[in-house]
């Protein structure tokens, strides 16, 4: 059993370490970079924030049926397990939003088809954020 201490170090390491690779080195892939084939290219400091925005926006591209709202609960259930985890860097604002939405049952509206990525998860956690 995870002692409510050591789940709180394991995020904020998570975040710290973030900031070391990016002190240290200057860069981070996703982060400081644009994905894919695109990450030769750097995004200027003063853009960073918008970088999750432009990706989510981009992704949102879903087709199809949609996921029962029970599947939408798992889907953020799912995605709340992995950030937990501490090795994203998740902010804990993120981290409480995701417990809210499940708390009052605010769930998004997910296409089953248009997933892309090696994960396959993206177009779908595309319409998590943008919830």
Same mark, same amino acid.
């Given at each position: 059993?995870?002692?409510?201490? &050591?789940? $709180?170090? $394991?995020? &904020?390491?998570?975040?710290?370490?973030?900031?070391?690779?990016?002190?240290?080195?200057?860069?981070?892939?996703?982060?400081?970079?644009?994905?894919?084939?695109?990450?030769?290219?750097?995004?200027?400091?003063?853009?960073?924030?918008?970088?999750?925005?432009?990706?989510?926006?981009?992704?949102?591209?879903?087709?199809?049926?949609?996921?029962?709202?029970?599947?939408?609960?798992?889907?953020?259930?799912?995605?709340?397990?992995?950030?937990?985890?501490?090795?994203? +860097?998740?902010?804990?604002?993120?981290? &409480?939003?995701?417990?809210?939405?499940?708390? $009052?049952?605010?769930?998004?509206?997910?296409?089953?088809? +248009?997933?892309?990525?090696?994960?396959? &998860?993206?177009?779908?956690?595309?319409?998590?954020?943008?919830?």
């Amino acid at each position: 059993m995870v002692e409510a201490g &050591d789940f $709180r170090q $394991r995020i &904020d390491s998570g975040v710290k370490f973030l900031e070391k690779i990016l002190s240290e080195e200057g860069h981070i892939y996703g982060v400081t970079t644009g994905y894919g084939d695109s990450v030769m290219f750097e995004v200027p400091y003063d853009l960073i924030e918008e970088l999750p925005m432009h990706l989510t926006r981009f992704h949102g591209c879903g087709l199809g049926e949609f996921f029962t709202p029970e599947q939408s609960r798992a889907i953020l259930a799912a995605r709340l397990a992995s950030l937990t985890r501490g090795y994203s +860097g998740v902010s804990w604002n993120l981290l &409480d939003l995701l417990v809210e939405l499940l708390n $009052r049952n605010i769930l998004p509206v997910i296409p089953q088809e +248009g997933s892309v990525g090696a994960s396959g &998860d993206l177009t779908p956690l595309s319409y998590v954020s943008a919830h």
